[in-house]
């Protein structure tokens, strides 16, 4: 297994949107079980405008994940060995990070009081806005999107090593804009978390679905 369960996992449900400027592009919906499963349910468009629902499954124990497309009833097992290729193909460190850290001061984002960080990164030319809070375990968001680093050369957690260096108290994110030079600006924004008992059978695979085997990872 890849990541250790936490003892006391946070239990519940947390919404959340990704939007550019061109609107909402997706709606999420992550569930994660005191035992530290997650279950991450994305309802999208595709180039068409059509719907398109997609579930990752990441279990605490195991040495696989799955992916769900229920448009096509197809299951991908995918081995957790792929997240740790991922993890290592961002190589930066936050200990040598060329960042400079503004304080932008308090703001309130879905009822939530939180503290605004703007995070420029030179090396790579991204500017990241964090809006921060202490409610909520910071590892809400990299339990769900194990080994995303939406494409940036730093991690996030050499980028929270580098803004303790910084002064800046590591949090969970309520809100993160990522601007990267090139690219188009995109928002997450959580619209709700809420501590509630998750029943088993919301982890479990659907049944009547194909199973698919993805490749493992190349070797280096």
Known sequence: MLFASPAFAFEGLLKASLSSEQGVVAQIHARYSKAGDVRMDIRSKDADGQPVNATTILPAKGKSYYTIAHDRRAIVEVPYSTLATTSRQVTGSGDNANLEIKKLGKETVSGVKTEHVRVIDKDNRVVI?????????????????????????????????AMKKYGVKPGFSMKMRVDQAGGVPVVFLIEQVQRMPMPPDVFSLPEGYTRIQAPAPAQP
């Open 129 to 161: 806005d964090l809006w921060l809070t202490q409610k909520y375990p910071a590892d809400l968001w990299t339990r769900a999107f194990r080994g995303r680093n939406l494409g940036l050369e730093i991690s996030d957690d050499e980028r929270t090593k």
